[in-house]
């Protein structure tokens, strides 16, 4: 079955940043459903590709209402991100879901961007753009989102298609609000503007491409706030 790339959308730009989960199984329940923020339905339901699979979620509301933050050590140095559990609790209990089962754990960072958009992509277990962890889930805390330096946001192929790619923003940057931000990073910003500064190879386009300082995760650790 063909892979599906995610865009991110820059006002008339467009420009891949890839992180797909694929196309999502007809006919198959989701495992696991309930209502997060403004009202949205937190159903996390079964998609392909199904990389490093670790099983699909099953939304526990009390526990997604915990707050908590997120260490990634990385080859560059440690990122640290408070979960907005409050905004988009569907997509904070997602990453802990796979965060607490080792999914990012010996992945990489696949692509930089330094012109137009300044985001650093994560959460491919494959590397190349295309891959998922076996279950995508609904878009939220999009009214009036703006990405400015230091925010956390999942990458998609469209509306509610999350899956495991997200990326970080390293310099102010517009986007159309279609991007669920999911997080704020409280230390690292200094790696991820290092990172940037190394530049990438330009492999996708000018400004867009593999980064030349590799960001190697080695693992994500979840902590109480």
């Known amino acids: 079955m063909t892979r599906k790339h995610w865009a991110l959308i820059a006002a008339a730009t ?12 007809a006919d198959t329940p989701s495992t696991g459903s309930g209502t997060g923020a403004a009202g949205v339905t937190c159903a ?14 099953v939304f526990d509301a009390r526990k997604a209402a915990k707050p908590y933050k997120a260490t990634l050590k990385t080859s560059q140095g440690a990122i640290t991100f408070q979960a907005l559990t409050d905004k988009a609790p569907c997509t904070t209990f ?7 089962r080792d999914y990012f754990d010996r992945s990489h960072c696949h ?4 012109q137009r958009l300044f985001v650093l992509q ?10 998922g962890p076996g279950y995508s889930f609904p878009d939220e805390n ?35 609000p ?9 230390e690292g910003l200094d790696v991820l503007r290092r990172i940037a500064a190394g530049g990438e190879d330009d492999q ?6 593999f980064p030349t300082l590799p960001v190697n995760i080695r693992n994500v650790k979840i902590s109480a706030r």
Do not use: H
């Open 122 to 131: 994560c959460g491919d277990p494959t590397g190349t753009g295309s891959g």
């Open 111 to 114: 692509r930089l961007t330094t």
């Open 44 to 57: 996390y339901t079964p998609a392909v590709p199904a990389d490093n699979f670790k099983g699909i979620p």
């Open 178 to 186: 279609a991007y669920t931000p999911f997080g704020r990073v409280t």
């Open 204 to 209: 996708n386009s000018p400004g867009d491409g």
């Open 14 to 25: 467009v420009l891949p940043l890839v992180a797909s989960t694929g196309t999502a199984v």
């Open 94 to 100: 997602s990453f802990r879901f796979l965060a607490e």
């Open 142 to 176: 999009l009214e009036g989102a703006t990405y400015p330096a230091g925010t956390v946001a999942m990458a998609n192929a469209g509306p509610d298609t999350n899956g495991s790619q997200f990326f970080f923003v390293w310099k102010d940057t517009k986007l159309s």
